[in-house]
């Protein structure tokens, strides 16, 4: 398909970025509707095994615009809230009920970088995090 063709479905660059980051988080979303932080890294590693891993497209997105670009910024600090609140959840349901952001923090660090390092170590670097994860967890849980 021509550039031309391309722009005039999507509008501009940014309009198409921001409809396929839109997409995409609507797939993840569904992916992690999940209640524990086991769940949540075997939704990560099926995600992978589907989608391959190259990485999260949103940071990809954000970094190849330099986070200059309002509209994508804006889908990428939205779709990043949105993990760590789901992340948050899963916290307070596997500690009994204990709000525990610097765990939930802790968590989602665990998360992205294992989506990073899948890149290049593979989908064992998550079964590696979705390991610690559930250890931070259980030591939360005593």
């Known amino acids: 398909m021509s550039s031309r063709t391309l722009y005039k479905h999507a509008g ?10 839109a997409e995409r988080h609507r797939r993840f979303q569904q992916r992690i509707e999940v209640e524990s932080v086991e ?9 992978v095994r589907i989608e391959g891993s190259r990485g999260c497209l949103f940071l990809r997105a954000y970094g190849e615009t330099g986070g200059d670009t309002p509209e994508i ?3 990428v600090l939205a779709h990043k809230a949105s993990l760590y609140e789901k992340i948050q959840a899963i916290v307070f349901l596997e500690t009994g009920g204990k709000h525990n952001p610097e765990l939930a923090e802790q968590i989602l660090i665990l998360f992205e970088g294992a989506t990073a390092a899948a890149v290049y170590r593979g989908a064992e670097s998550i079964t590696s995090a979705r390991i610690a994860a559930s250890a931070l967890i259980q030591q939360a849980r005593t």
């Open 73 to 75: 910024a804006n889908a």
């Open 12 to 21: 501009s660059k940014t309009a198409l970025i921001t409809d396929v980051l």
């Open 39 to 47: 769940a949540l890294f075997c939704a990560l590693e099926e995600w």
